[in-house]
Structure formats: C-alpha cells, structure tokens
C-alpha cells in the first residue's frame, strides 16, 4: 500500500515569510509525528498527534512553529516568520498507534530552505 | 529514554556480515530496543526491534545481551545498498524516538 507522502519535497521561501508543510500518513494510522532533521544530525522530535489532538508537543522549538491534524488524517506544519535557522528537512512518521510496539513509517521528507 | 552510544562509523566489505555495535547501560526494564536507518536523502527506515530475546527479521537479526546493557544489529550477507546512517534507539513509549549520531556503514566492494 501507500506509504506516507510529504509536499513539498523542497520548499524554499525568503526570511519572514509563512510556510505550510504537508504530511499524509499511512491509511488507517492514528499516530502521527513531526521530526526536524538538520544537515549532519539526526531528526529531532517536534509534536506528536494521537488522532485529533496533540498527545506530545514538547519538541516544538518556539511558538512560531504550530501544528494541526483536524480530522485525524492529514497534518499540516506551520511555519510563521520563517528564520534561517529553520533551514532542515521536515520528517513526517506514522503508526497504527501510539504503543511502544507500534513502529513508525517515515515519509521522504521536506527539505526547507530559508533565504 | 535511555542514552544509546554508537561508534561514528564502520567499513564493510560487501557481502560479509555487518555487526553493528550499541551500548545502552541505563536501559530500563520497559524499553525496547529499535534499529532505523537513513539512506542519503530519505526518511529513516525501521529494521528491527526488541526487548530482551533475539530477534530476527527478513532485513537483519538484533542480538540483545543478557543483562540488556548492550546489542548488535545484524546485516548477515551486506550489499552496497546497504551503506546508511544506522541508528539504535532505546523506546519505553512509542511517542518520540530520540535520535542520537547513529553509525555511518560504509560497505565497500
């Protein structure tokens, strides 16, 4: 079956501007994550959503970064006043559920570029 | 979670068995043990896990030492396609995985 998709797969935007990132999970899979993934470092946690809400959003670096799963499916990372250093690529995982067992299906990936 | 330590990189010669080492002395009881790797340019890819017995799947075997302090990842026939990022993580949860410096294989021909 299909695996989780990113879109974009690059994005690059200027300094200040707003950014959307798009992530569609597996079928059927309620949990949902975000990582942040710089170049020559390993992805870093950002939010985790089980279903609708958001279970864990401790990874979240300030509060221009803002996260939503409305129905469950779909989420959608938000980016506002985008810096520099928000340059990354943006990983996207899955899993049927939340439990420690339950493995997590990654996307491809957006790479963001902010001039 | 606990703290997982890798070496930074490994050589390999194509077709010979990988061992990929990790330490992970201050695991608790409750946490399993996962291996993901990173091909250049993709998302991670799960390959195995565990909690105290071997483990053994169609990509790699896990073995996890008795008092859980420790466990090697398997590749048993490595192929150039093989060359990645490893990483080994210690989960109780299965809500953020912490990625640590994992280990770069190299598998050369």
């Known amino acids: 079956g299909a695996g989780v998709s990113q879109t974009p797969s690059n994005k690059v935007t200027e300094k200040g501007k707003y950014v959307e990132l798009r992530c569609d999970p597996i079928?059927?899979?309620?949990?949902l994550y975000w990582y942040r993934q710089s170049l020559g470092q390993g992805p870093e946690f950002l939010i985790y959503?089980?279903?609708?809400?958001?279970?864990?959003d401790s990874g979240l670096p300030n509060d221009r970064f803002f996260a939503v799963r409305p129905e469950g499916s779909v989420s959608t990372l938000k980016i506002q006043r985008t810096e520099r250093g928000d340059s990354a690529v943006y990983l996207c995982?899955?899993?049927?559920?939340?439990?420690?067992?339950?493995?997590?299906?990654f996307g491809p990936g957006t790479r963001l570029t902010v001039l | 979670d606990a703290k997982t330590t890798q070496p930074p990189s490994m050589d390999c010669a194509e077709g010979r068995a990988a061992n990929l080492p990790c330490n992970h002395s201050?695991?608790?009881?409750?946490?399993?043990v996962y291996w993901y790797r990173q091909i250049h340019s993709q998302g991670p890819q799960y390959i195995i896990h565990?909690?105290?017995n071997n483990e053994t799947n169609e990509m790699a075997s896990l073995i996890i030492t008795e008092d859980r302090k420790s466990s090697t990842l398997i590749l048993p026939h490595a192929t150039l396609r093989d060359t990645a990022v490893y990483y080994c993580?210690?989960?109780?949860?299965?809500?953020?995985?912490?990625f640590g410096a994992g280990t770069i294989l190299r598998v050369k021909s």
């Open positions: 995982a899955s899993s049927p559920r939340s439990a420690s067992t339950d493995t997590q299906y």
């Open positions: 079928s059927g899979h309620t949990a």
């Open positions: 959503f089980q279903g609708t809400g958001a279970a864990d």
């Open positions: 201050t695991i608790s009881g409750n946490e399993y």
């Open positions: 565990g909690l105290k």
């Open positions: 993580i210690a989960l109780e949860y299965g809500n953020k995985l912490v």
